[in-house]
């Protein structure tokens, strides 16, 4: 099993900056793709970023590619989510997730193991 918190979600106004984490713990989540997705009032999960348990492969989705960036720190077991540029269209609960496979994957059934997400609002 996997047990994945998400912290530093917030207020935010159009334009800011801001970096959300993911300190997990049981499985050993160093050695797993982990992936972060948000899910806006109405609409469905939506992939944003994965990153491989080396960090030498990564992908984004479209909506946010240049402007965030995924990283890991496997010593401490903490996945990171640095949020540029906001738009109001981020606004969203942030989910933190990991799944078994090797390769990266933006399909939500791929994951496993959920965070129980942050709040992310940007204000226009």
């Known amino acids: 099993q996997a047990q994945l918190v998400e912290s530093g979600g917030g207020l935010v106004q159009a334009g800011d900056s801001l970096r959300l984490s993911c300190a997990a713990s049981?499985?050993?989540?160093?050695?797993?793709?982990m992936g972060w997705f948000r899910q806006a009032p109405g609409k469905e999960r939506e992939f944003v970023a994965s990153i491989s348990w080396s960090g030498s492969s990564i992908s984004y989705s479209d909506s946010v590619k240049g402007r965030f960036a995924i990283s890991r720190n496997n010593a401490e077991n903490t996945v990171y989510l640095q949020m540029n540029s906001l738009k109001p269209e981020d606004t969203a609960v942030y989910y933190c997730?990991?799944?078994?496979?090797?390769?990266?994957?933006?399909?939500?059934?791929?994951?496993?193991?959920w965070g129980q997400g942050t709040q992310v609002t940007v204000s226009s």
């Open positions: 049981g499985r050993t989540v160093s050695r797993h793709t």
């Open positions: 997730t990991t799944t078994p496979r090797v390769t990266l994957t933006s399909r939500p059934y791929d994951y496993d193991y």
